[in-house]
Each structure stands twice: as structure tokens, then as C-alpha cells.
């Protein structure tokens, strides 16, 4: 017996798109036969990711978004439902992070990472929101009504780590934000979930992965190895669809039992 879930006639909106792993879920929900709207400030390097989609025989756009700018973000969203249609999937994926010991914190270290990963996430998730509520309750036009959102925190967010407690600090936030969202728009078919990936190789810190700290990192993980970022591929594509309507406030780790 197989099983396979269809995304087909459902639109995603996926920030962060322009690598890692906000490029590896933009591939996998088009895989799944979703229309997916990349979005990024790095316009180019979408372009490229969406030449990829649609030679493999997906359907990607293309938005440019500023997530710590909300005029943006409104802009990008207006601009997405315009081209492709009313956005049913929001993968709110865009995060940074800076590594320094609590004491040598700035301010505008601190701005950096919350401005990004919980002040941008939460305006992201609301313009969605907003649409996918208006849709629910009859006030704006959409075949499909309800929808998924798909915060990315972070295992960080459930145990905290030396050097990056800023950014520890922020994607608790977004645990938190993802299961007050839950909780008040769940009632309108909503699904709100987090994902707290652990370590995952990519373009970004593949290089530390060489290195003896990062080596020794690896030998202090459950089973030595860090994961990939198709690792996530199953877990987004169920969370993204309607098969998941009993999935709502979760916040799921994939970590490779890091955080036991």
C-alpha cells in the first residue's frame, strides 16, 4: 500500500526562499504539485531557484520581500495573491543569527535578530493571516478556506546553547507566537505548527562542519552526524496539508533526538 499526499491547486508562500532551507522546502512543496511564491531580498538567487522548479516541472514565482519592513511584507503578499492567488500555505522561514556570549550583546545585535525572527515572522504570519481569516469568514472571495501556517523555530527554542542565546531567545518567541496563533484562529480551520529543526547541513555553515569545532560538535549529537535538509521534506509536506486538519499549536522537533 502507498501513500502520497497532493497539493495540487493549493498556493504557498515561502520566506527565506533564497537558500538553505527555505530553497529545499519552496522544491519540495512544488514537488508535492503546489504553486509556490519564493521570496527573499535576493531577488537573483530566486530567479535561479525558480528556473530550477520549473525545469523539473513545478510552478514557481518570484516576490521580493523585507520581512523587517511590514510595508513590505504587505506589498509582497498583496503582489503574491494578485499573480498566483489567494496564498493557503505560509512557510515562515526567514530567520539570521549572530554568535556571541550574552555579555558582549549590543543592541543592535539584539534589533538584528529580533527584527528578523520574531518581529518579521509575526507580521509575515498576520498579513497571511488576516487573508486566510477573511477568506474563512465569507469577506473575501477563495476556493479554498482555512489554511496552514509553518513557523520555523528552532530546537535552540526548546534548549538553550552556548553563544547564541539571542537567537535562542528569539525562536522561544516563535513557539510562543505559534501557539497563541493557534489558539485564536484554529476555529477558522487555521492550522498554525512549528518545526524546531536541529542541526542541518547547508550552503551556510557547511563550511563549519570541516572545521574541529564543528567536529566537535558532531561527536557530542545523539548519533554523530548532522541532518539534511530533505530530512524535512515529509514533515513540511504533511503540515502543508489537509491531511494534517488534527495538527494545530504543534511544535515538533527534528533534531535527531538532540533536545531529549
Known amino acids: 500500500m502507498s501513500y502520497s499526499i497532493d497539493l495540487s491547486g493549493r498556493v504557498a508562500l515561502v520566506t527565506g526562499a533564497s537558500s538553505g532551507l527555505g530553497a529545499q522546502f519552496a522544491r519540495t512543496l512544488a514537488g508535492a504539485g503546489a504553486a509556490v511564491v519564493l ?69 543592535e545585535d539584539f534589533d538584528f535578530v529580533f527584527d528578523t525572527n520574531v518581529r518579521g515572522a509575526f507580521f509575515v504570519a498576520q498579513e497571511v493571516g488576516k487573508r486566510m481569516l477573511a477568506r474563512a469568514k465569507g469577506a473575501a472571495p477563495g476556493t479554498f478556506t482555512g489554511g496552514r501556517i509553518i513557523n520555523i523555530a528552532s530546537m535552540a527554542g526548546l534548549r538553550t546553547l552556548p553563544q547564541i542565546g539571542v537567537y535562542a531567545m528569539s525562536k522561544a518567541a516563535v513557539i510562543h507566537m505559534t501557539r497563541a496563533m493557534a ?30 569545532a564543528g567536529q566537535k560538535l558532531v561527536n557530542m549529537l545523539p548519533r554523530k552526524r548532522v541532518g539534511k535538509p530533505q530530512d524535512l521534506d515529509a514533515l513540511v509536506v504533511l503540515l502543508a496539508s489537509s491531511e494534517s486538519h488534527f495538527v494545530n499549536g504543534s511544535v515538533i522537533a527534528a533534531d535527531d533526538g538532540f533536545g531529549i
Open 39 to 107: 521570496a527573499s531580498r535576493r531577488t537573483e538567487r530566486l530567479k535561479e531557484l525558480r528556473a530550477q522548479i520549473e525545469g523539473e516541472g513545478g510552478d514557481a514565482h518570484v516576490v521580493q520581500l523585507d520581512v523587517t519592513d511590514v510595508d513590505s511584507i504587505k506589498a509582497a503578499v498583496a503582489h503574491a495573491e494578485t499573480e498566483v492567488g489567494s496564498i493557503d500555505i505560509l512557510v515562515n522561514n526567514s530567520g539570521v543569527s549572530t554568535t556571541q556570549r550574552l555579555q558582549d550583546v549590543q543592541e
Open 183 to 212: 489558539q485564536e484562529w484554529g476555529r477558522y480551520e487555521i492550522n498554525v505548527n512549528a518545526i524546531c529543526p536541529g542541526y542541518i547541513d547547508t550552503e551556510i555553515n557547511h563550511h563549519h562542519w570541516q572545521t574541529e
